[in-house]
Nanobody, 125 residues
């Protein structure tokens, strides 16, 4: 099981950038699919980006493609989400999540068994 702690959220103007970081613990971190979800008020939790084992594959929801980039460092047990050209529609609580069971990226929240506490991202117009 992985313990996950997010950091890097905050308040930014539209067009700005933020970098979220997730620190994990657990000696088999490298065998987890890592993902970033977000949940805005009144909306369902959605998969924003995910990165597979050894960073061989990545997934991005269409609305963030070309703006966000996910990366992982299996030596430091971290996964990051670089968010550029932020839009007010990106405002949400962002969660780091880990899937230690599957080898294929899945967009269902219930596929991920470990979650961070969440970090708020607010983008003003």
């Amino acid at each position: 099981q992985a313990q996950l702690v997010e950091s890097g959220g905050g308040l930014v103007q539209a067009g700005g950038s933020l970098r979220l970081s997730c620190a994990g613990s657990g000696r088999i971190f490298s065998s987890y699919i890592m993902a970033w979800f977000r949940q805005a008020p009144g909306k369902e939790r959605e998969l924003v980006a995910a990165i597979g084992l050894c960073a061989r594959r990545t997934f991005y929801t269409p609305s963030v493609k070309g703006r966000f980039a996910i990366s992982r460092d299996d030596v430091k047990y971290t996964v990051a989400l670089q968010m550029n050209s932020l839009d007010p529609e990106d405002t949400a609580v962002y969660y780091c999540a880990a899937d230690s069971v599957r080898s294929i990226i899945n967009d269902r929240p219930d596929s991920y068994e470990d979650w961070g506490q969440g970090t708020q991202v607010t983008v003003t117009s």
